[in-house]
Every structure is written in structure tokens, then in C-alpha cells.
């Protein structure tokens, strides 16, 4: 039992190292607002005139290589906007229906800005296979963080030179984090 | 060298423990598209409270003076916006859900709206609490602060868990195994969603 639960917790540990690096160092991130450079870059193309969001979509996709998922798209006088969204950065599209003018607003955000994004992307029922496999690896990473918390806990348990130590810990903890998360949901 | 860092890991861990299940639990929350607020079924609590804005103060003024009027737990400064009514609207947003608080000028009085979230979504949104949360409740700071440390005890054992794995079970193949498949999805992923 003790040899399962302990290669369990290791197997576990290296297939979720980076994954748990990024949630760690993207919440770092956000809650020190370390500020996530942005990169605009603007260009006009031409396509047909009269087309609909999702023809065009598909052809800008095709055409000029745009990835990500398809969303907000709203009227604006002669045409309308819409816009591609990755993890690393968004491209805004504004299309005149009448002339068929396409204008490209992309925007990268870099590293720090894609490990944030991704550290929000989640659910398994997106508009596009790739987040929901992400999704997926959300869902896998988040069981595993618990499966990680248990078994350590019982690794920690079976090392009988450390119990005191970490008993007055686990005890710290749990006295702490229960008694605030009970003080936070009082009415 | 291995005994310290051995017991670093388990010690943050053990420190750690339950602000590891509220970020695994969190992940599922949203993985299960939990329903929000807005979505959850359970009917807003209505109240009418009586409060007359200073005729010389701006809508943010007045978002404040509505905070002191009702105090809401746990809440930050509030988003202060006008509705389709032109009506000043205060949203005070909390771990625990939504007070809405619509300014009715004319009757000198308030209609305030109580959300409460589901102990799931309480979960999920105690998961990102962080200490530049404006609330100036003394258990959103200190859970805050919880969450710093275990922000950065996260990436500690994450950093000490893998330098154990692999320098004491490198000989295993399905310790490279492992790794390998874990920096491969990892990044394989990351590239696609990128």
C-alpha cells in the first residue's frame, strides 16, 4: 500500500509539475498585477463583400492562418466586428460588407499573458476541440492536486520521525483555514 | 541536502494541505460550469432601506456612502454604474455573492438585492482571493494572506517535489516516464491553445 500510494504521488507530481508551475506562477501574476506587456499590431486585407461572420471567419482562418475561438460578434454601421481569442493574445476583425475591407487589430501578450489566459480557460464544452482538451487537462489536473494532498498526507503519516512537527502543521493548518473559511461564509 | 529539502516539502505541504483541496475543488467547480449568481435558481433577497444622497455628491461619493450605510461582509469598494433607468446602481461583490444596491432618488431610499452564491462558487471564489482585495473585513485579509503563502508554497513544492523525484528515482524508467509525458502534454497543450 505505502510503495502504491508513494509512486502514485510521484507519478502524479511529474506529470502535473508544469501544470501546476503555470497555475503557481500565473496566480503569482495576478494577485501582484505584474503588468503583462501587450503587442499591437494593425493591417487591412480584402475579401469578398456581403459575407457573413462565419464564411468569413473560416476564410480568414484559412487565408491569413488566424486560430482561436471565434466570439462577440456585433453590427457596426456598414458591416461588423467580431473577434479571434487564444491564450496568447486576441485579433479583432472589422469588416465593411459593402467594399469587403478586412481590418486586422491583433494583439500578443507574451508568456507571462498566455499563462494567465490559461490559467482561465477551463469547462469542457468550448467552441473548439483544442480548449476543451485543455478543459480536460483542467479537470485531470485539478483531481490530481487532491489525489497529490492525500497521499501526502498519508506518506507524511508512515514517517514516524516526523509526526510531532507535522502534526502541530497539519493542526495549524486546518484551525486556521477552517476557522477563516467559516468566518468568510457567515452571513 | 535531500533531508532538508524532504522536509521542506512535507512541511508545506502540511501548511498547505487545505488551501490544496479549495484550488483542486476549484478546478472541479468550474470544470462542472457550477452555475453562478445569476444562474443558480435560488430567488435574490429584497430589502428597502432609506438613504438620501448629498445633493453636491458624485455617483462614486455616493457608491461610498451607500457602503457605509450598508456595510455589506466582505465586500470591496462597489461598482457604481447608472441601469437603463438611469438609476445609480452599487454592486458590492463578495466571496459569499452580490449585494446590488439601485438608488431610488426620488423616494429617498434604497432597493437592495442579496445573491448569495452556492458553497461552490463560495469555493471558487475564495480560491482567487488575494491581498489586493479592497474589502477591509479582517477574515478576507487574513484568508488573503493564507493564499500569498500558499501561492508561492505551491511553486516551492512543486520545485522541491520534482528535484525528489528526480534525484531519488531517476533509475526508474516510469519516473522518465512520467516526466516526459507530463512535459510533453504540458507543452503540446500549451502550444495548441496558444
Known sequence: MYRLLRNTHLVLGLLLFWVVLMYGVSAAQMAHRVRIEQVVTERDVSAAAGLEARPLANLLMEREGLGGEMSAVTSRPGGYRFQFTRAGGNTVIQYDSATGKVHFRETQTGMLGVLNRLHHFHGLHNHTGRRNAWGWLVLFASLGLLALGATGIYLWFKLHTERVAGSLLLAANLVVSVALLIALRAA | ?194
Request: charged share 15%.
Open chain 2, 1 to 194: 541536502m535531500k533531508f532538508w529539502v524532504r522536509r521542506i516539502h512535507i512541511y508545506l505541504g502540511l501548511f498547505n494541505f487545505t488551501l490544496l483541496c479549495v484550488f483542486g475543488l476549484a478546478g472541479l467547480v468550474v470544470t462542472a460550469e457550477a452555475p453562478d449568481i445569476f444562474r443558480g435558481g435560488s430567488v435574490p433577497v429584497v430589502a428597502s432601506v432609506p438613504f438620501q444622497a448629498p445633493g453636491a455628491a458624485s455617483d462614486k461619493e455616493v457608491g461610498a456612502l451607500i457602503g457605509q450605510t450598508l456595510q455589506p461582509r466582505h465586500a470591496g469598494k462597489p461598482n457604481v454604474r447608472r441601469n437603463e433607468n438611469r438609476q445609480l446602481v452599487a454592486d458590492f461583490y463578495s466571496v459569499n455573492g452580490l449585494v446590488r444596491a439601485t438608488l431610488l432618488e426620488n423616494e429617498g431610499r434604497l432597493n437592495v438585492e442579496t445573491r448569495r452564491n452556492s458553497i461552490w462558487r463560495f469555493i471558487d471564489n475564495a480560491h482567487a482571493t488575494t491581498p489586493q482585495e479592497s474589502a477591509s473585513s479582517w477574515a478576507v485579509n487574513a484568508w488573503a494572506w493564507y493564499i500569498e503563502i500558499s501561492i508561492w508554497s505551491l511553486l516551492l513544492m512543486s520545485l522541491s517535489g520534482i528535484w525528489l523525484g528526480l534525484t531519488t528515482r531517476w533509475p526508474y524508467w516510469w519516473t522518465k516516464a512520467a516526466l516526459a509525458t507530463g512535459t510533453t502534454m504540458f507543452f503540446v497543450f500549451y502550444w495548441a491553445v496558444k
